[in-house]
DNA sequence: AATATTGACAACCGCGGATGG
DNA sequence: CCCATCCGCGGTTGTCAATAT
């Protein structure tokens, strides 16, 4: 005998999300909330498993997500922290806050382990470090965290790890956000289709007049705090998500923890505070500051970045 | 034009931690 | 403590579109 699966599967609908399913679900979570996500499926009638359901929203449904076209500085962030973390992918969306460890991981397997394998095989950017130092070399499948993996074995972190900060937890403008982040919408340079892409207008259709029912929070515009909102121990997210032309230097990414996040916090979402739950362990963060140290021109590189991409 | 291959990413699966009875 | 349940995470698979042959 296993461990007995998460839902009944006898009915389970699995595969891609239809417009309509979006627009079950994302009308729950707008009414109560999400979590409890064990009843979600009961409560609306989807034919889906509950995980299903939190993993839709989490991933594709939940506002203030941004897909696709990572920067070249995001990549140089998710490259630095894959080194440092590892395949820690909630951590490493911690400090992402549009993006979803899903997303990261994907962007990872399919773009950002190529860029490096290919740059690795030039041997350019990255010297090998002394033989006494961490190393911060970005390499595949978490290999080149080696002193930070040891040090997580005997100093190992929580597993719910996530420091994600807040991202806008409005849903007044849910439709639009659907809209913008569906892998179907053409949007960014993304003018993939499908059925579900020509749908797009009419879930938007659907959940504007839904929404209109719904009592006022706070407007997805919200999320960008106002310049007083602008300390000096912004996190790199939160610096972000506060509209940042130019970088704080790398030190300053670092986010602070939970506790020290009022103005974060007062933009949480329902879920949000769900991803408060961990910090950087004394050695992590330590050894942030060490490759942080090192990191910076690279950082300076891709942050250029507009002008001078990332090359690996 | 048809088929095979590759790339991208959405979604699923299984494990393990957290929590409550 | 033990057990059951819920939830989140990371690895992996499935699917579809784009590209190559």
Redesign the pocket.
Known sequence: M?????CD?VGI?????TPEEDIILVSYIQEHG??????VPINTGLM?????C???W???LRPGIR??NFTPHEEGIIVHLQSLL????????SYLPQRT???I???W???LK?KLKKHQAIGAIFAPPPPSEPSIIPTT??AGHVDLHHDMIVNPL?????L?PASCSNTAEVSQLIARRS?FAATDG?????SYASSMDNISRLLNGFMKSSPPQNDAADIKPSATDVNPSLSFNQYHMAGGTTLPAFNDMLPSPPPQQPALMEHRGY?EQ??Q?GALSPIEKWLFEEAAEQVVDLMDLSDGCCSVPMMF
Do not use: E, F, M, V
């Open positions: 296993g461990r007995p699966p998460c599967k609908k699995k595969g891609p999300w999400p979590g409890n996500w064990r009843s889906r498993c509950s995980k299903s939190r993993l839709r989490t991933n594709y897909r696709g590892g395949n820690r992918w909630a951590a490493i969306a460890d899903n997303d991981k994907n962007y397997n399919t773009h190529k499948a978490g929580p597993k719910g790890n996530s994600r892998p993304d003018s993939s289709s499908s879920d769900q991803h739950k």
